[in-house]
T-cell receptor
Framework: AQSVTQLGSHVSVSEGALVLLRCNYS??????LFWYVQYPNQGLQLLLK??????LVKGINGFEAEFKKSETSFHLTKPSAHMSDAAEYFC???????????FGAGTTVTVRA | EPEVTQTPSHQVTQMGQEVILRCVPI?????FYWYRQILGQKVEFLVS????????KSEIFDDQFSVERPDGSNFTLKIRSTKLEDSAMYFC????????????FGDGTRLSIL
């Protein structure tokens, strides 16, 4: 079975500061990993995905994530936070030949002016 | 850009009543999903659907739940006799080819059981 753990339910950053959201996964097979963002009253929007190609994955809105097998991690970063980055972020995992996504508990990001 | 659309955005229902949540997946997608998120909890997988049949379901998806693709565009989730604990945000998702491809989500239906 696959699962993810997101460390930190809330992260507060200053505008222009680094955003770092942590995700660790557990999987018995090489996983597919995803980061989704949810803005208030909206659905889940894909930020980026890892599906066994390059370990450093670039996504939308300046976000990127690095797959580290040795650490079973897939942390999400953005060098410089913008006010519009305030949202909830979800890490998700699936296994090859598996249809379902297993989500982490989510991390809420607030950005201080 | 094509979107997954869900209706209604908010549904209020009396306990014990049947409710149908509706979704229109992206038109060229073949795999459809329902997830739910109880307030303050994780997003949980309910069911996946392909070629007019369920391909996978979770233990949450018991006999009270059913899914259907009644025509070429809609995908529905029915809860036969709602319980208070069914109150949650329900998300529909779709993707072109099942595994490996990202799932595209709708904005969700907030279901409130009174």
């Amino acid at each position: 079975a696959q699962s993810v753990t997101q460390l930190g339910s809330h992260v507060s950053v200053s505008e222009g500061a680094l955003v770092l959201l942590r995700c660790n996964y557990s999987s018995s097979v090489p996983p597919y990993l995803f980061w989704y963002v949810q803005y208030p009253n909206q659905g889940l929007q894909l930020l980026l995905k890892y599906t066994s190609a390059a370990t450093l994955v670039k996504g939308i809105n300046g976000f990127e994530a690095e797959f580290k097998k040795s650490e079973t991690s897939f942390h999400l970063t953005k060098p410089s936070a913008h006010m519009s980055d305030a949202a909830e972020y979800f890490c998700a995992v699936s296994a090859p030949n598996d249809y379902k996504l297993s989500f982490g508990a989510g991390t809420t990001v607030t950005v201080r002016a | 850009e094509p979107e997954v659309t869900q209706t209604p955005s908010h549904q209020v229902t009396q306990m014990g009543q049947e409710v149908i949540l509706r979704c229109v997946p992206i038109s060229n997608h073949l795999y459809f999903y329902w997830y739910r998120q109880i307030l303050g909890q994780k997003v949980e997988f309910l069911v996946s659907f392909y070629n007019n049949e369920i391909s996978e379901k979770s233990e949450i998806f018991d006999d009270q739940f059913s899914v259907e693709r009644p025509d070429g565009s809609n995908f529905t989730l029915k809860i036969r006799s709602t319980k208070l604990e069914d109150s949650a945000m329900y998300f529909c998702a779709s993707n072109p080819t099942g595994t490996n491809q990202p799932q595209h989500f709708g904005d969700g239906t907030r279901l409130s059981i009174l």
